[in-house]
């Protein structure tokens, strides 16, 4: 069997054609999604049905021919499952019950809320191309820290790093636990059938040194390493948003398969700095999207013409704006797959 050219770029083989697949891409842009959503009655019912799910997750594949598919859910269902209160709020976005600690995690109820998602991961298998990836994730712990302790999202977070710089020892029990939680949610993806992981770390880039080594390398380099134990060279792909100057060190440290970048970070220079240890994915600027025409065609050609040969998966730097008209993702798919690198 042809091995799929999304997991032939993870494992670092040269490839003449680009893969490519868009963070947020089953979503509101999409008048197909706001259907299904309307149907499903609530963003979380949508998540825990699973022939809805897999309908979501399968819509832009088979709108814009991509090379991966997206497992629909949300990072949440993580803290859900944990027995923390979630809610999504119309025009609020995600709202929990605000939880410092987690006690011993019972993975047999875990498992039981989380069996929904585990399913839809089947189904989209069994209705997916067979060239075409199927990928699955999670939040990485410290972004899931940041929602549990706060209770919602704001962008800066300030009482959870305040909390955090004030009580490491206890913040740290708490990484250890969510790492835990994360590995296993991961390792169960992967059972269900999935071909790749992303672990999405949202806010890493709102820590400084020497924190975001602590919450965000070694966490997610424990996940690595526990995934690993059990699936040697199982391929997973980092995205710390914003990381700026410590995306090297995220690269190099981590044991990740693959970097996602940013829309603030120079492929150029990741190519030049880390390039050579980890296949790289991004990082289209989500607005250039969102304007299509000339300016999303020039900014396609430069990110193409900076990745060069290099092990290279085109995405956006963050997920598709929802004011984003489907037209202009047909756009960017038609031009990714008429380009060919010699």
């Known amino acids: 069997m042809t091995k799929k050219l999304l997991i032939q770029v993870l494992e670092r083989e040269y490839t003449t054609s680009i893969p490519f697949w868009l963070m947020r891409q089953a979503g509101r842009y999409l008048p197909e999604y706001r259907a299904?959503?309307?149907?499903?009655?609530?963003?979380?019912?949508?998540?825990?049905?699973?022939?809805?799910?897999?309908?979501?997750?399968?819509?832009?594949?088979?709108?814009?021919?991509?090379?991966?598919?997206?497992?629909?859910?949300?990072?949440?269902?993580?803290?859900?499952?944990?027995?923390?209160?979630?809610?999504f709020r119309e025009g609020?976005?995600?709202?929990?019950?605000?939880?410092?600690?987690?006690?011993?995690?019972?993975?047999?109820?875990?498992?039981?809320?989380?069996?929904?998602?585990?399913?839809?991961?089947?189904?989209v298998k069994k209705n997916l191309a067979g060239d075409k990836a199927l990928i699955g994730f999670a939040g990485a712990?410290?972004?899931?820290?940041?929602?549990?302790?706060?209770?919602?999202?704001?962008?800066?977070?300030?009482?959870?790093?305040?909390?955090?710089?004030?009580?490491?020892?206890?913040?740290?029990?708490?990484?250890?636990?969510?790492?835990?939680?994360?590995?296993?949610?991961?390792?169960?993806?992967?059972?269900?059938?999935?071909?790749?992981?992303?672990?999405?770390?949202?806010?890493?880039?709102?820590?400084?040194?020497?924190?975001?080594?602590?919450?965000?390398?070694?966490?997610?380099?424990?996940?690595?390493?526990?995934?690993?134990?059990?699936?040697?060279?199982f391929p997973i792909i980092g995205f710390p948003r914003r990381a700026g100057m410590f995306y090297q060190d995220y690269a190099e440290q981590t044991g990740i398969s693959c970097v996602g970048l940013d829309q603030h970070c120079s492929l150029e220079q990741a190519i030049c700095s880390f390039g050579s240890k980890v296949a790289l994915q991004g990082n289209l600027d989500p607005v250039a999207l969102l304007a299509g025409g000339k300016t999303l065609e020039g900014e396609i050609k430069r990110i193409l013409a900076e990745a060069g040969k290099s092990p290279f998966i085109f995405n956006l730097g963050h997920g598709v704006i929802k004011e984003t008209p489907p037209e202009n993702v047909a756009q960017l798919a038609k031009l990714l797959k008429s380009y060919q690198r010699e």
């Not at 790749?196 to 919450?215: H, K, M, T």
Request: proline fraction near 6%.
């Open 36 to 87: 299904l959503r309307a149907e499903a009655g609530s963003f979380l019912n949508l998540c825990f049905s699973p022939d809805m799910a897999a309908a979501a997750t399968l819509q832009p594949i088979d709108r814009f021919d991509m090379d991966a598919a997206i497992l629909f859910s949300d990072i949440l269902v993580v803290p859900h499952a944990l027995g923390q209160k979630l809610d």
């Open 92 to 123: 609020e976005g995600p709202r929990l019950e605000p939880q410092k600690k987690i006690n011993e995690i019972n993975f047999e109820t875990f498992d039981k809320k989380l069996a929904p998602v585990y399913e839809t991961i089947r189904i």
């Open 141 to 233: 712990p410290w972004t899931i820290a940041c929602y549990m302790v706060q209770g919602y999202g704001d962008g800066e977070f300030s009482e959870v790093k305040k909390f955090a710089f004030n009580n490491t020892a206890e913040f740290d029990r708490l990484i250890e636990k969510l790492v835990e939680a994360t590995t296993h949610y991961l390792i169960e993806q992967i059972k269900a059938g999935v071909d790749a992981v992303q672990i999405f770390d949202s806010w890493a880039g709102l820590l400084p040194e020497p924190y975001f080594g602590r919450w965000v390398i070694i966490p997610t380099q424990n996940i690595v390493t526990n995934i690993h134990k059990l699936y040697p060279g």
